[in-house]
């Protein structure tokens, strides 16, 4: 099994109950599709550097996991045919950093 990262932009006017849907959708998706999710952050709603179908902001979920090609194909399926992502990415890595998290509230 590999290690990847995924990260989702949905819309900027989405509720709070809404992004909890998602997050939980994603999530139970790759648990379901042979996969594991190691860890979750949600960065929140922040700036684009550029307008993407005319957000200028977008919430951002970001999803270390542990998964098949099959796993990835379907996350990548449902994320293209859904219509609140607004864009997504995913990286393939040898090893995960859990330890880190980028876009935290506490920064020391």
């Known amino acids: 099994m590999n290690f990847y990262e995924h990260t989702i932009v949905a819309k900027q006017n ?3 109950k809404d992004m909890d849907l998602i997050e939980k959708k994603y999530e139970d998706l790759i648990n379901k599709n ?3 999710v190691l860890k979750i952050e949600k960065w929140g709603l922040l700036n ?9 902001k977008g919430y ?5 996991l542990q998964g098949e090609k099959k796993t990835l194909d379907e996350v990548k399926l449902k994320t293209k ?3 609140n992502i607004v ?3 995913t990286v393939k890595y040898k090893k995960l950093d859990l330890e ?3 876009f935290s509230k506490n920064k020391n």
């Open 14 to 16: 989405l509720s709070q």
């Open 34 to 36: 042979s996969g594991k």
């Open 87 to 89: 864009r997504h990415l």
């Open 81 to 83: 045919l859904d219509n």
């Open 48 to 56: 684009l550097k550029r307008k993407i179908r005319n957000y200028s």
């Open 100 to 102: 880190t998290e980028y």
């Open 60 to 64: 951002f979920l970001h999803y270390k």
